[in-house]
Structure formats: C-alpha cells, structure tokens
C-alpha cells in the first residue's frame, strides 16, 4: 500500500507538465493621471480592472489574475526580499532606470507571461449633458523579453437615460465602452506569435512547475526501481 501511495503522489507532481499549456497574464492596477477626476463614492481602478477582466477572460488558453497587494504571491515575494514595496504602486507601465518596464519586472517576480497595465488619462463628468468621459493608455508587455507588444489607446463614453438620476450608471456605461474597445486589441496581440527574444530580459524567476516536475519524476523514477527489485 506504502508503494501504490508513493507512486501516486510522484504522478501528481508530474501532471502539470503533460497538461496543456496555459499562459499567465497580470492584470495591474491603473495609475492616474491629473486629468482624471476620481469621482466620489466611486472606485474607478477597480471597476476598471473588473471590466477589462471581464472582456479577456475568456480568451483561450490565458489564464488572467489582477494584482492585489495582499495577496499571498506578493507577501511571499516581499517576505523574500525579491520585492521592493516601492515597486508596488501605479504607474507599472513605466520603465526603470535599466530599461525594463515595471511591469516586466513584477509579472516576472511572481510567474506570469504577460503583463498589462496603463493609465487612465482622462475621466470627466458633465452634470449638464450627464455625460461621463474616460479615456485610457494600455501597454502589453511581454515579461521574458520585455517586449512592447502593443500599446492601445481609446475612449468611452457613458450617459444617463432620462428617468435616471445616478452619476455612476454614466461612469459603468464609459468604462464598458472603453474596455469593449480595447480588448480585441489585446486579444488579438496575444494571438499572435511571440516575437524573437530582445537583449533587454526582466530578472530571472524560478520555475516552480519545472521543480516539482523534476522532483514528481524523481520520486516516480525511485518507486518504478523499487517495484522492479521486487519484481
């Protein structure tokens, strides 16, 4: 029984290498620029990063996670020392002092692909025409080799009906527009194939699944030699 467990643990390990393979892209929060006047009782970067996840999610093969703070990737990551907390807050679409785009080097820190993040330039509110304006800059990067993929720009507008009285409609209406706009850009980008290798590369990561690849296939290696002395 000792054996059929170890051999079942060691077949685990090794499944994730068999299985197809899924790219991971980091949604980042926006920066802002003065342009934009946040509204009041509104979270305009979370309702943003949702609906930009709302129209990528279901592209094939990707898998789309928006950075938080908190969570358990990134303590991990400061806990280690791999992170800086000053390279924890928007705008990540900028680059370092070395050439590599923020974004590169924390999508590469915590496993992703891709990283996608951008500003919001402008968001306006007219109470006469109750009409809301956004506009927003986003930058695909490729996070191996700190690739530009594409960088978008669009706008969305969003206005009240009659009998409607609640600013935030008009806000949820632009959002929706701009993100309707952009993400078949960003789709189409990521269905392309990926451009050679640059010079410039982001810091080197661990590959995680590769390791316990290694030690599954290690362990099954052991409890196939083990079954053969019995034999």
Do not use: H
Not at 64 to 93: G, K, Q, T, Y
Not at 158 to 174: C, F, V
Not at 194 to 209: G, L, Y
Request: aromatic letters at 8%.
């Amino acid at each position: 029984m000792r054996k059929v467990w170890f051999l079942g643990i060691a077949l685990m390990l090794c499944v994730p290498l068999f299985a197809s393979e899924t790219r991971e892209l980091i949604l980042f929060p926006f920066g802002k620029s003065t342009a934009a006047q946040e509204p009041e009782e509104f979270n305009l970067n979370a309702e943003l990063m949702g609906a930009l996840y709302a129209q990528l999610k279901d592209t094939p093969g990707l898998y789309i996670w928006r950075f938080r703070e908190n969570s358990p990737s990134v303590r991990r990551a400061l806990d280690e020392n791999r992170l800086r907390r000053d390279r924890l807050n928007p705008p990540f679409n900028e680059r370092e002092a070395d050439g590599t785009f923020r974004s590169a080097r924390v999508g590469a820190l915590l496993g992703a692909q891709y990283a996608l993040a951008g500003t919001i330039a402008e968001f306006r509110y007219d109470p006469n025409t109750r009409e809301a304006t956004i506009t927003v800059t986003l930058d695909l990067v490729n996070v191996r080799t700190n690739e530009l993929m594409v960088s978008v720009g669009e706008t969305g507008r969003g206005k009240l009906a009659r009998d409607e009285s609640d600013p935030n409609l008009a806000y949820i209406r632009a959002i929706s527009k701009v993100t309707q706009k952009i993400a078949p850009v960003i789709k189409e980008r990521l269905a392309s194939p990926v451009a050679p290798e640059s010079e410039t590369k982001p810091e080197k990561r661990v590959d995680r699944r590769r390791e316990r690849f290694t030690f599954g296939f290690l362990l099954l290696l052991i409890g196939v030699g083990i079954e053969l002395k019995d034999f």
